[in-house]
């Protein structure tokens, strides 16, 4: 295995991911983590040149692909690229995410399949691409970001509820299954983070949610992308099959 660790990550170019990406290319004191990157987004090109300027550290590689998440053919050969650029894969975080909401007397099939296949089949696509290499090597760290709107539900999300309470299902089956090559799989439940998927709530919205936030702050995808990192670090070696709430307080089980 070698030295540096090498990532995929999926939605790398906007918010949450934009810090996964970040997260895992920085260079930690301790040695901890020292990732090369390949991410993957769908359309805007202008974040993808930023978000490699903005890291432009000669010991980093960072590489990006564009594609649709959602299509298991793109994703066989996006995979198939990157690790040919970064010589192997050891991390995986399924992040690319979107929202189509709307009440369900409301809400059309295809916004339903939309979300399902860029939340849901897209972390099926990646994970099936990377996992014969991780076997390989009896190594492999997968992240799913998920939702607390997977655990708990919300009115105006069914279709994005369903999406992530099947990556939480998802992320269990396969941490089972891939337990003893050493190989963890875990989720994320993130809250309220400030990005631009949820920049669209109105400033009513935004005091409701505020209400039920023991912690009264919305998250930064930066406190997302921490927890990425730590659960890619030696320090989680023991941790899989588990869904980490990043949320301020907001579900408590
Ligand atoms: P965001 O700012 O809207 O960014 C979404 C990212 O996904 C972008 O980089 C986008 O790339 C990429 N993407 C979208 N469709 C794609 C596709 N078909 N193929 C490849 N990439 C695609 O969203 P965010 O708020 O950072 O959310 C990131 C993840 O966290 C999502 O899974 C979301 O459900 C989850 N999450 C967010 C919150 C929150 O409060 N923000 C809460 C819970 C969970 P382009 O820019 O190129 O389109």
């Known amino acids: 295995m070698s030295l540096n660790k090498r990532a995929i990550v999926t939605g790398g170019t906007r918010g949450i991911g934009r810090a996964i990406v970040k997260e895992l290319a920085a260079r930690s004191c301790c040695g901890v983590l020292f990732s090369d990157v390949a991410f993957i987004y769908n359309s805007c090109d202008e974040c993808a040149e930023e978000i490699q300027q ?30 040919e ?9 399924n992040n690319a995410g979107i929202t189509r909401d709307n009440l369900m007397l409301r809400m059309t099939p295809e916004d339903f399949d939309t979300v399902l296949n860029i939340n849901l089949r897209s972390v099926f696509n990646y994970t ?21 709107v997977g655990l708990i539900g919300n009115p105006g999300q ?27 799989v875990n989720a994320i439940a993130p809250g309220f983070i400030e990005t631009e998927m949820t ?29 990425v990192g730590f659960l890619c670090s030696k ?7 588990q869904v980490i709430n990043v949320d301020g307080g907001m579900v408590m089980s």
């Open 128 to 148: 099936k691409a990377v996992m014969k290499h991780m076997i390989k090597q009896r190594y492999g760290r997968i992240v799913n970001i998920a939702s607390v």
């Open 54 to 83: 903005e890291i432009n550290d000669p010991g980093t590689k960072i590489f990006a692909f564009k594609a649709d998440a959602s299509s298991f053919e793109e994703a066989e050969e996006t995979v198939s690229k990157a690790i």
């Open 158 to 184: 069914a279709n994005y509820a369903a999406s992530k309470a099947g990556i939480i299902g998802f992320t269990k089956s396969v941490a089972r299954e891939l337990a003893t090559r050493n190989i963890t």
């Open 199 to 227: 920049e669209k709530l109105t400033d009513q919205q935004r005091e409701i949610l505020l209400r039920n936030i023991p912690m009264q702050r919305f998250g930064k995808p930066e406190d997302v992308a921490k927890v």
């Open 85 to 93: 650029k970064l010589g192997g894969v050891d991390i995986l975080v």
């Open 235 to 241: 320090d989680a070696d023991y941790i899989t099959g």
